[in-house]
């Protein structure tokens, strides 16, 4: 009896072991064409995990370290100083428990950033005022 019982669980065990994916390879799946510089602007590096079953999934810093060329990575977010003078950041990814499997992206940092302008309270008021007398 305890041998069928030992036998049955070894068999469920290694089934579950077969079932497990592997990730065979990674992708950089940018949220963004260029990067902004200061510390308000958080550049999230996107990967994706492509299992051996064909499907993808997201990986973040517990299963991807990361290096760049410039600034410095905080998880998958890429912080750059506003005195940074590089055109562009050199990321790459390898995979913690492979690092065979690695991929790197060029990304450019942006060049101009507009700041928007905010509206003050007193051209808000005017303008839902004079919208108000529209209708």
Request: charged share 25%; aromatic share 8%; glycine share 4%.
């Amino acid at each position: 009896m305890k041998r069928a019982f030992l036998l049955i669980l070894i068999t469920v065990c290694s089934a579950f072991v077969v079932k497990a994916q592997k990730i065979d390879s990674i992708y950089f799946n940018l949220y963004t064409d260029s990067l902004k510089k200061g510390p308000l602007h958080y550049n999230y590096i996107n990967v994706d995990g492509k299992l051996s079953n064909g499907s993808y999934i997201p990986l973040d810093s517990s299963h991807v370290k990361f290096t760049c060329s410039a600034g410095k990575m905080v998880g998958n977010v890429l912080q750059l100083d506003t005195a940074e003078k590089a055109d562009c950041v050199i990321v790459t990814a390898f995979l913690k428990d492979n690092p065979a499997i690695r991929r790197e992206i060029r990304v450019y940092i942006k060049k101009v950033i507009a700041e928007e302008q905010l509206k003050t309270s007193e051209e808000l008021i005017d303008g839902w005022q004079k919208q108000r007398k529209k209708n």
